[in-house]
């Protein structure tokens, strides 16, 4: 930009905008990076296994943002070939590492903040007698027989039963 003798208007409206709205976004999402891992770092957590999952998701957000957009990468030799597939291996194994922690935060949450009971984890260890529970009293269980189920529904049940 600096070796351009066009006006600085014209400069920054026409010849480098494209060129300075994409650097703009991908220092943004550089300085979001940064910030939220060193927050996540320097924190004092109560319980330090806290700290294991969310360091997770922030290399996924780097890892996701790095494969949704390396084109600059690639062009400045930083990445090479087969650096797609790296990236990719990289992010599904953060996903496999990632999993495990996810169904504790999301009943956690759930419960805390919504105050809703969960079928597949709560403190209590009743898995099986909560999820039974609560498919009998669905909303679903109320009502009679559909009127369509006996013209529609049962003969197309019957069509594929193998015949003895």
Do not use: W
């Amino acid at each position: 930009m600096k070796e351009s003798k066009a006006p600085s208007k014209t400069k920054q409206n026409e010849l480098f905008a494209l060129n300075t709205d994409k650097m703009a976004r991908a220092h943004l999402a550089y300085i979001l990076f940064k910030m939220t891992k060193d927050r996540i770092d320097a924190y004092p957590f109560v319980d330090v296994k806290v700290k294991v999952p969310l360091q997770l998701l922030v290399k996924v957000y780097a890892l996701k943002s790095l494969i949704k957009d390396s084109q600059p990468l690639y062009e400045c030799g930083f990445f090479g070939a087969g650096s797609g597939l790296k990236l990719d291996d990289a992010y599904a194994k953060l996903l496999v590492e990632l999993r495990p922690h996810m169904i504790p935060y999301v009943e956690y949450s759930a419960n805390m903040t919504l105050g809703l009971k969960s079928t597949i984890g709560n403190e209590f260890g009743d898995i099986y007698e909560t999820q039974l529970r609560v498919a009998k009293n669905s909303k679903l269980n109320k009502n009679e027989v559909p009127p369509y189920y006996e013209k529609y529904m049962k003969p197309t049940m019957a069509m594929r039963r193998p015949k003895i």
